[in-house]
Every structure is written in structure tokens, then in C-alpha cells.
């Protein structure tokens, strides 16, 4: 069930962004220091609301270096309670050439490969904003499960930059005051 819901995220993520929106300019990406960018980081916000991702609880992912080169990306989440259990899932992620490292394809199932794009990270490599061309789906990660409501705002103002709808973002549930929260998809979580 997990392994659908996340194939569902990342599908619609692919088939919704892979030609992006014609009407849009193509959007700026970071510049990315993998050695840096390696190791844990929580999914904060999603401006996609999409089914896969509805009821997560502590979604968090860890990026690593395969042998290949390439990035191992190891997915765990819990699904609509904290007493849930842990799922966890390995993905194949890898980097276009030429892109500063900001241009991933993640592959949750052969053939199936889709964009994941770095569109900012902070110069300490706190957070990072991951997102597609035509700007309906985006994400917030952090090295840490909240982030200071001031950083938060500072986020979405890049997101806004960028042309995103920032009215539809919104932060996922990493600890359990913050189910029912104002801004926090709660909806499935109990």
C-alpha cells in the first residue's frame, strides 16, 4: 500500500511536469554540493496535496552515494498515526550532467524515471526546495522535523519567486502537536 502511495506521488510528479507548462519560463535551479547535500532531511511542506502524499507522518528521506555513483535514496514514513508503522523504501535517484547537480531523475520502478528538480538550498544546508517545471508541485526539506516560522515564510517567498502558487503549500505532520494545526495537513492523521 505504501509502495503505491509512493509511486502515486512521484507519478503524478513525473506525468504532470516531465514536458513542463509551455506557458511558463523555465525555471532557475540551485547549484548543489552533493558531499553536502548527502545525509537525512524532513519533508516539511508539499504544495501538491496529492492522494499519495495525504495522511503522512514523519516523511523523511536520507541521500546517499551508491557505488555507481549515483544517489540512494532511502524513504521512511509513517501512514496517518504516529503508533503506525514505519515504512521504508529505496529509491534510485541520479543526477543530469551539466545541471550542477540540480537536475534529479528519481526511479521508484523500472522504466519509470521522473524530474525532481533543486530549485534553492540555503548556504548552510539546513534546507532545500525541490520542485518541477511547471510549478505544481514543490517541496520544502530540512535537516531538522519544524523549522522557525520566520524560515518557513522565507521559503515561501522564494517558492513565490519562482511563480509558484504559495497558497496551496503546506507542512506536513512531523510531530504530533501539530495535528489540527492551521497550515498542516492533518487530514488522514490521527
Known amino acids: 500500500m505504501v509502495l503505491l502511495t509512493v509511486s502515486i506521488i512521484v507519478m503524478g510528479l513525473g506525468f504532470s511536469g516531465c514536458k513542463g507548462d509551455e506557458n511558463s519560463s523555465p525555471i532557475k535551479l540551485a547549484r548543489i554540493d552533493m ?6 532531511w ?20 536520507v541521500y546517499s552515494k551508491r557505488p555507481d555513483g549515483d544517489i540512494r535514496e532511502d524513504f521512511s514514513v509513517r501512514h496517518g498515526s504516529f503508533n503506525a508503522p514505519k515504512k521504508h ?10 545541471t550542477n547537480n540540480a537536475y534529479w531523475r528519481v526511479q521508484i520502478f523500472w522504466p519509470i524515471n521522473l524530474p525532481f528538480l533543486a530549485l534553492y538550498v540555503d548556504p548552510q ?8 517545471q511547471n510549478r505544481k508541485f514543490g517541496w520544502i526539506y530540512s535537516r531538522t522535523p519544524t523549522i522557525p516560522a520566520n524560515d518557513y515564510q522565507d521559503l515561501l517567498a522564494r517558492f513565490n519567486a519562482l511563480g509558484y502558487d504559495t497558497s496551496k503549500f503546506v507542512k506536513f505532520v512531523q510531530t504530533p502537536d501539530e495535528i489540527g494545526q492551521t497550515g498542516v495537513w492533518s487530514e488522514g492523521v490521527h
Do not use: C, Q
Open 125 to 132: 544546508y539546513r534546507y532545500v526546495m525541490f520542485g518541477e
Open 35 to 40: 558531499s553536502r547535500m548527502y545525509g537525512g
Open 42 to 61: 524532513y519533508l516539511i511542506a508539499t504544495a501538491s496535496r496529492n492522494r499519495g502524499e495525504k495522511g503522512m507522518v514523519e516523511p523523511y528521506d
Open 89 to 98: 523504501f529505496v529509491l534510485h535517484d541520479w543526477v543530469r550532467p551539466g
